[in-house]
């Protein structure tokens, strides 16, 4: 299917970052968020009907061009909002931005357990190198953890989301004991 099929509703981009992730960065911040974390540094992207519609074809020719303008981007992140929420519309973005060598880093408030019952999230971890989970907590906040609000949130590396997806695949070791009558 063509990539201009596939709709992203945007909050905002940063063409450079140097806080969304390692390196620099160019950040999609998505809109709409299901979790409204109580200090939420972007409570403008929890509405569902705002920001504004892209295809993927538009944010990939986005991403081409500042690619050929700064040769120091080294990844993308998928920030927001709740970019699981768009789970499937970037991963087809996931799978274009891969072509140029650029790594893909994604914020979520759900926890890496959760994502399986997200619709498509699994599609769209598949590509991620960098993951960081679950909410905002304010009382945990934190300014010393990378990349993280707060001290709950957790940072995953391409290693650890490959052997949690194969968790996912493997048969499990232990099956449900049947009471005798």
């Known amino acids: ?35 409204h974390c109580n200090g939420c540094h972007n409570p403008d992207t929890w509405d569902f009907f705002g920001g504004t519609l892209f ?7 986005k991403i081409v061009l500042a ?6 981007l080294e990844g993308v992140t998928f920030s927001g909002g709740e970019p699981f929420g768009q789970a499937k519309s970037l991963a087809v973005l996931a799978t274009q931005i891969k072509k140029l060598g650029l790594n893909i ?5 759900y926890t890496l357990e959760q994502l399986p ?3 498509n999230a699994i599609e769209l971890l598949q590509f991620v190198d960098i993951l960081i989970d679950g909410p905002f ?13 707060s001290s709950n949130q957790n940072l995953y590396n391409r290693d650890q989301i490959e052997t949690y ?9 232990f099956l449900p004991s049947v009471a005798k009558r």
């Open 1 to 35: 299917m063509p990539l201009s099929k596939y709709i992203v509703r945007m909050a905002g981009i940063v063409p450079e970052s140097f806080v969304d992730g390692p390196g620099v960065r160019y950040t999609l911040f998505v809109q709409g968020c299901p979790h």
């Open 55 to 61: 295809t993927v074809e538009e944010i990939w020719e």
């Open 67 to 72: 690619r050929k303008e700064n040769p120091f």
């Open 105 to 109: 880093t994604a914020y979520t408030g």
């Open 117 to 119: 019952e997200i619709p």
């Open 137 to 149: 907590i304010q009382e945990q906040k934190s300014l010393a953890l990378p990349f993280r609000g």
């Open 165 to 173: 997806l194969d968790s996912l695949k493997a048969p499990s070791e």
